[in-house]
């Protein structure tokens, strides 16, 4: 006859044990809300105090949020039209950070890997960057005329260089040394571009996808300055018309968390994408 023997696990032991899951799960969202927390608590106090007179207080703003999601509260002209404005500028956004990045890519890729197109190319490329999407605006009026295609236009062109930029850095960085053991694996050269070349250059190429859609946020208030009536950007140059400071920042708020929810779209595909990678940890 046999008995066995259970042994308690020491104290030392349980002391030592990792803490639990739920604050591991927990602990990006508790630091991420630090910052955000602090600056509404300084906002609070900084009106309170009477420290500004043309500033609402967060309690202010986040009523007039409910009433322009929502309505019932001030039943203006702006009540329950949030999701008329963001589709119209995710509409703006999404189809010029697409276009752009669909021309981008390939030319990103094609200056990178071909000295002959990057000696014709790079250098009016280099020559347009610096010229500010606000320069653009009067002759995208004068080229589309008044409405979204204005709006489209300058989305694209400040999503068009980040993409670009990012791509022909990745294109331009990978290590010779992977040709090299691509070729006496047997690669061909057409081949090696999709076994070596992007592979390679997805990290860069995914780091200018976010920030020419950073970007394509960023310009939609300039682009919705071309006379559109709905959009984001028109609400925010409508609020400033008619001082309503609290509809300006409740644009701002929406434009913020838009832009950061499609961050993290981004984010995603990356990780799906380059979970394969030992050095890409998501």
Known sequence: MSATTTTAAPPEAIAAAPPGGLWQRLRGTVLALIVPLLLLGFWHWAVAAGMTMLIPSPAEVAEYMVDFAWGGIWDDAFSATLHIHLLASMSRVYG??????????????????????????????????????????????????????????LV?????????????????????????????????PSAQFFKVVLPAALPSIFTGLRLGLGLAWFVIVVG???????????????????????????????????????????????????????????
């Open 96 to 153: 010029g950070f697409a276009l752009a990045a669909l021309v981008a890519v390939p030319l990103g890729i094609l200056i990178g890997r071909n000295d002959t197109i990057r000696a014709l190319l790079d250098p009016f490329l280099q020559l347009m960057r610096p010229i500010p999407v606000t320069a653009w605006l009067p002759l995208s009026m004068i080229l589309f005329g008044l409405g979204p295609r204005s709006a489209f236009f």
């Open 156 to 188: 694209f062109l400040g999503a068009f260089y980040p993409i670009l930029l990012n791509t022909v850095f990745g294109v331009r960085s990978v290590e010779k040394r992977l040709f090299e053991a691509a070729s006496m694996l047997g690669c061909s």
């Open 224 to 282: 919705e300055m071309t006379g559109v009536p709905q959009g984001l950007g028109a609400v925010i140059m409508d609020g400033r018309t008619l001082s309503r400071t609290e509809l300006v920042i409740c644009g701002m708020i929406v434009i913020g968390i838009a832009g950061f929810v499609s961050d993290r779209i981004v984010v995603m595909a990356m990780n799906r994408l380059l979970r394969w990678s030992p050095s890409h940890h998501g």
